[in-house]
């Protein structure tokens, strides 16, 4: 086995991280094998962080914090380490969607990130100029973090809507495909989340030019997130809010039932299985 990589824990919250967590593991006289067994994740996938090749999931700090009985030392670095995974300009939609009780989306492209698979948020993500695999497997884990606000005791209501060449555009293999899709249909049954799919026989051109949400919480103005090329917007004022929410209600006007989206979205993932 390759000697460690030795890493400069002033570098990066991710190499402070995986730094200390060498560090205390070490500290414990257990081995790379040894505390991956403990806390239920691969070796490799611990030997990774310690090298600051991968992002840990704060399932993983959790695991690592309680078996290494740290009395919360690698839970207090984990946001910084998240935080640092998320490009700056989507730092200030962060906050507004974990307050968030309702949220609208709207996407022609892609899966809206809270429903995307590990595997197709991946396959996104590499497309990105320049990214580096470090930098790949960061933004895959915070934009699974996100998703954990549906853990919530009181999950936000999500009604999404995709355009019908969402379910048809090749992402990453045809297994992430299918995988991607049904882990639409697992969702769109969930009773907080309504999936419903613009079909392409609508001719609707309406939203085509970009994606948005649309964020809702009690004793907080309406927010919207509006997605441009390599950067975002987000704002409360109430013009731009009631322009965005009268768009919403114009697309979502030419998609299918939700039944009837549920069922187009299984028959398309049988095509990606074929």
Known sequence: MPAPRELDPTASALALFGYELRRHRTAAGLTLEQLAQKICFSQALVGMVENARRSPSL??????????????????????VNRASTPTWFRPWL????EASMLHTWEPLVVPGLLQTEEYARAILRGEPRITPEGVEEQVAARMERQRIFERAEPPMLWAVVDEGVLQRPIGTDETMAGQLKHL???????????QVVP???????????GFVIAQARGLPDTVYLECAGHSQVSDRGQEVHGVMTRYEVIRAEALPRRASLDLIRETMERWIE
């Open 59 to 80: 399932d993983f700090a959790e695991r690592c914090d309680r078996v290494l009985d740290l009395d919360g030392a690698l839970m207090r670095l984990w946001p910084f």
């Open 200 to 210: 392409l026989s609508a001719r609707s051109t309406t939203g085509l030019e970009g």
């Open 185 to 195: 249909l697992e969702a769109g049954t969930l009773p907080y989340v309504t999936i």
């Open 95 to 98: 906050e507004v969607e974990g």
